[in-house]
T-cell receptor, first 114, second 115 residues
Framework: DTEVTQTPKHLVMGMTNKKSLKCEQHMGHRAMYWYKQKAKKPPELMFVYSYEKLSINESVPSRFSPECPNSSLLNLHLHALQPEDSALYLC?????????????FGPGTRLLVL | TQLLEQSPQFLSIQEGENLTVYCNSSSVFSSLQWYRQEPGEGPVLLVTVVTGGEVKKLKRLTFQFGDARKDSSLHITAAQPGDTGLYLCAGAGGAGGTSYGKLTFGQGTILTVHP
């Protein structure tokens, strides 16, 4: 089973709203990732968690706040977003955070900020 | 900064034709992954190649990893409309201090196969 699940599938929010994206995997992977993807472009890395600790933050604005409650769950809290933050947000996981580790992606959350 | 040059960016072909997508870099990668993505969905892993010179086959898809682990190709034989999508190559763990866990993505190839 190489499944990563994400909820919700779609999200529309105003610039003053607070919302959260959720990601779950039950493969025993110890590294989890958040990516942002614009249409027809490759994903851009936002955050990496390794053993539930934040290991990489790619200078993401503070209106995006990640959280890793346990080894299976990863959240992305959203607050005061801008219209340019509209994108497909992807979660991924890998066995470990390592050089030969394959990353498995979830189906994504399509976010529209009005 | 590592770069992975992917070409062509767009490919529009008829059903039954063959095609090749290339990913080239001046950097060495520890592994390289190929993904296929449909609009509004997440990338689906096709293959991971690890060993220089490695060739992997997945039905009509053939993947090669260059001897020096700097380049890779994806060849599709007798393309079908179901092959339509965005193809992404992604290199992991290159030399030169790339952080663990960071993938270097190619720009993607948008493939359209017409019936």
């Amino acid at each position: 089973d190489t499944e990563v699940t994400q909820t919700p599938k779609h999200l529309v929010m105003g610039m003053t709203n607070k919302k959260s994206l959720k990601c779950e995997q039950h493969m025993g992977h110890r590294a989890m990732y958040w990516y942002k993807q614009k249409a027809k472009k490759p994903p851009e890395l936002m955050f990496v968690y390794s053993y539930e600790k934040l290991s990489i933050n790619e200078s993401v604005p503070s209106r995006f706040s990640p959280e890793c409650p346990n080894s299976s769950l990863l959240n992305l809290h959203l607050h005061a977003l801008q219209p340019e933050d509209s994108a497909l947000y992807l979660c991924a996981s890998s066995q470990l955070e390592g050089r030969q580790e394959t990353q498995y992606f979830g189906p994504g959350t399509r976010l529209l900020v009005l | 900064t590592q770069l992975l040059e992917q070409s062509p960016q767009f490919l529009s072909i008829q059903e039954g034709e063959n095609l090749t997508v290339y990913c080239n870099s001046s950097s060495v990668f520890s592994s390289l992954q190929w993904y296929r993505q449909e609009p509004g969905e997440g990338p689906v892993l096709l293959v991971t190649v690890v060993t220089g010179g490695e060739v992997k086959k997945l039905k009509r898809l053939t993947f090669q990893f260059g001897d020096a682990r700097k380049d890779s190709s994806l060849h599709i034989t007798a393309a079908q409309p179901g092959d339509t999508g965005l193809y992404l190559c992604a290199g992991a763990g290159g030399a030169g201090g790339t952080s663990y866990g960071k993938l270097t993505f190619g720009q993607g190839t948008i493939l359209t196969v017409h019936p």
